[in-house]
C-alpha cells in the first residue's frame, strides 16, 4: 500500500481523498517548518503532499528513497527544487488553476481598500476618532486599470473591473490582438500603459524579464497619484522605490499581498503613508483551500496507484500504458520546445507543429502539451504540460498541429516553427538511438544532443570564424564538448551549435556577438 505524508495544513477532504484510495496517509500538517524532522522521516514515504510551509531542498530530496511524487496544493513551486526532484524520479504535481478566481478577487479587494483607504480608516474609527475629512478616497468608476500581464488570473481580474465599468488596459506580450478584443482590453506596451493607468495591478510571473518591472524609473514614468496592487509575486515592484513614491505622493496609495522576502517580518514598505499589506492571502479563501487540497489528493493517487500524471511541472502527462512508447517523444519535444522558447526575444505571434513518420501512429496530445511547456517555460516559468496548451490559448497565440506519415530522412521527426518579431524561427528533431538529437535549424540539416549549456549562433560560413571561436573561448577557459555544423554552402549563412562545460560570463557572450562573422548568439541550457 503506498504511504503519503502531509506536512501542511491541507483540507481534510485531501484526507479522506487518500483514505478512500487505498492510499495510507500520515497527517502530520506543522511538521512542514521541521526540515531536521522531515529529513529524518521523508524516506518512508511514497507520496509528500505540501502547501508553502515546507520547504523540499536538495537535502531533503536526497533523504527521500522511496518518495515518487511530489504534491503542491496551489501554483507555486518556488519551495520545492525541481531540478533535485527529476535527477531523483521524482514527479512534481501542482493545482494550477484552483485558485485563480480567489487571488484575482483579492487584487480586487486590496484596490478598493487602497483607494479608500479602508485599513487606516478602521483604525482611526475604532480609536474612537470620526475622521470624515481625512480619508478623502477616489471612485474606481472611468478610471483607467492598467494591468501588467493578462494571462489566467489577470483576466478574470480584467472581467471583473470591467464590471465595475473601469477602462482595462493590459501589457502583455503574449495576448494577442484578437484575445484583447474577446476580453474586452486595450492592449498596450508598458511605454504607454504606465502614463494612462488610474490603478496598475501585477498579474505575471517572477522572472529574469520581470523582476523590478515597476523600477524606480518606471514609476516616475506613471501618472501622478497611480495606485498600485500586487498580489502576484513579491520582486516585480523595486520596494524602496515605491517606498518613496508613496512618501512624495507620485503613487497615492498601495496595497501588497507578496513581498520580495516572505515571511516579511519587516519591510521597507511597513508604516508608509497609504500602504496596506496582507500576509499572502490571495489563495486563502475556504473555497480555493478545498480546490486545491481535492486536486492534489486526486493527482497524487492516480499516480501512485495507476502511474497516470497530472500537472506534472517536469514529465509529461500520460497514462501508464502509453508511457513507454511515448516517453523519448515527449522528451524530444519539451527540448525543442525549451530551444524555441529561449531564442523568442520578442512576443510570441504563432507556434507550428509537425509531426512526420511513425510518431504520427501515436498519441501527440502529450507531444505537443510537452512542446509546448518547454516553449513557455523560459518565458513564463510556473508552467506545466497541462497549462501550458490553456495559457498559450488564453494569450491568444495560435496553435497549428499538422501531420506527414512519411519522414524524408528519419523514422520519426518533430519540427516546430514559432513566429516572433514577424518572422519565423524553425527547427527539428529526432529520437537516434534512444535519444533526443537536433537534426535541422533554419531549414539546414545537422545533427547535435542537446548538450546542458549549447552556444547557438548564426553566422556567415566565412574562413576564420571557427578559429575565432576556439580562441575566444580558449581564451576564458571554456571548454568545448561539441560542435555541429550546419550551413547552406560555401560563403552562406551558417548555424554552430557548441555544446561547452560551463556557461561563458556576459562578457565572453558580449564578444561573441561582436566577431564580424556572427549574426544572432545565444547562450541555451538544457
Not at 493590459?170 to 495576448?175: E, G, T, V
Not at 514598505?269 to 496582507?278: H, K
Amino acid at each position: 500500500m503506498p504511504k503519503v505524508l502531509i506536512s501542511d495544513e491541507l483540507s481534510e477532504a485531501a484526507v479522506n481523498i487518500f483514505k478512500s484510495r487505498g492510499i495510507e496517509v500520515d497527517f502530520q500538517p506543522q511538521l512542514g517548518p521541521d526540515a531536521a524532522k522531515l529529513r529524518e522521516i521523508i524516506g518512508n514515504y511514497d507520496g509528500l503532499a505540501i502547501r508553502s510551509a515546507t520547504k523540499v531542498k536538495p537535502d531533503i530530496i536526497g533523504a527521500a528513497t522511496n518518495l515518487k511524487v511530489i504534491g503542491r496544493a496551489g501554483i507555486g513551486v518556488d519551495n520545492v527544487d525541481i531540478p533535485a526532484a527529476t535527477a531523483r524520479g521524482i514527479v512534481v504535481m501542482n493545482t494550477p488553476f484552483g485558485n485563480s478566481i480567489t487571488t484575482a478577487e483579492h487584487a480586487i479587494a486590496l484596490m478598493f481598500a487602497a483607494a479608500r483607504q479602508i485599513a487606516a480608516a478602521d483604525v482611526s474609527t475604532q480609536a474612537g476618532k470620526w475622521e470624515k475629512n481625512r480619508f478623502m478616497g477616489v471612485e474606481l468608476y472611468a478610471k483607467t486599470l492598467g494591468l501588467i500581464g493578462c494571462g489566467n488570473i489577470g483576466s478574470i481580474v480584467a472581467d471583473r473591473a470591467l464590471g465595475l465599468k473601469m477602462k482595462v488596459i493590459a501589457y502583455d506580450p503574449f495576448l494577442s490582438p484578437e484575445r484583447a478584443v474577446q476580453i474586452g482590453v486595450e492592449k498596450v506596451e508598458l511605454e504607454e500603459l504606465l502614463p494612462r493607468a488610474d490603478v496598475i495591478s501585477l498579474h505575471v510571473p517572477m522572472t529574469d524579464k520581470t523582476k523590478n518591472i515597476l523600477s524606480r524609473e518606471n514609476l516616475a514614468k506613471t501618472k501622478r497619484g497611480v495606485v498600485i496592487v500586487n498580489a502576484a509575486r513579491g520582486g516585480l515592484v523595486d520596494e524602496q522605490a515605491l517606498r518613496e513614491a508613496l512618501e512624495s505622493g507620485q503613487v497615492s496609495a498601495a496595497g501588497f499581498d507578496v513581498f520580495t522576502i516572505e515571511p516579511a517580518k519587516e519591510n521597507v514598505l511597513f508604516g508608509a503613508p497609504n500602504f496596506i499589506a496582507t500576509p499572502h492571502l490571495g489563495a486563502s479563501t475556504n473555497e480555493a483551500q478545498e480546490n486545491v487540497a481535492l486536486q492534489v489528493a486526486e493527482q497524487m493517487a492516480d499516480y501512485l496507484l495507476t502511474g497516470a500524471v497530472t500537472n506534472a511541472l517536469n514529465m509529461p502527462s500520460i497514462t501508464a500504458e502509453e508511457a513507454p512508447r511515448l516517453k523519448p517523444f515527449a522528451a524530444l519535444a519539451e527540448k525543442l520546445g525549451a530551444f524555441a522558447g529561449q531564442i523568442v526575444d520578442e512576443g510570441l505571434e504563432a507556434v507550428e507543429i509537425e509531426y512526420e513518420g511513425d510518431v504520427t501512429k501515436l498519441n501527440m496530445k502529450p507531444l505537443t502539451a510537452s512542446a509546448l511547456a518547454g516553449l513557455l517555460r523560459p518565458l513564463l516559468q510556473d508552467v506545466n504540460v497541462v497549462s501550458a496548451p490553456a495559457l498559450l490559448k488564453e494569450r491568444g497565440v495560435p496553435l497549428t498541429e499538422s501531420t506527414r506519415d512519411l519522414s524524408p530522412t528519419y523514422d520519426s521527426l518533430i519540427r516546430i516553427k514559432v513566429k516572433t518579431g514577424g518572422g519565423w524561427r524553425t527547427l527539428a528533431g529526432a529520437v537516434i538511438a534512444g535519444q533526443p538529437r537536433i537534426v535541422e535549424v533554419k531549414g539546414m540539416a545537422l545533427e547535435a544532443p542537446f548538450h546542458a549549456f549549447t552556444l547557438y549562433i548564426n553566422n556567415s560560413d566565412k574562413p576564420g570564424f571557427i578559429g575565432a571561436l576556439g580562441s575566444l573561448l580558449g581564451g576564458a577557459q571554456i571548454n568545448i564538448a561539441t560542435f555541429h555544423l550546419g550551413r547552406e554552402g560555401a560563403g552562406a549563412e551558417a548555424i554552430a551549435l557548441v555544446g561547452v562545460d560551463q556557461a561563458p560570463p556576459e562578457a565572453v557572450m558580449a564578444k561573441l556577438s561582436a566577431l564580424p562573422q556572427v549574426r544572432y548568439a545565444k547562450l541555451l541550457q538544457f
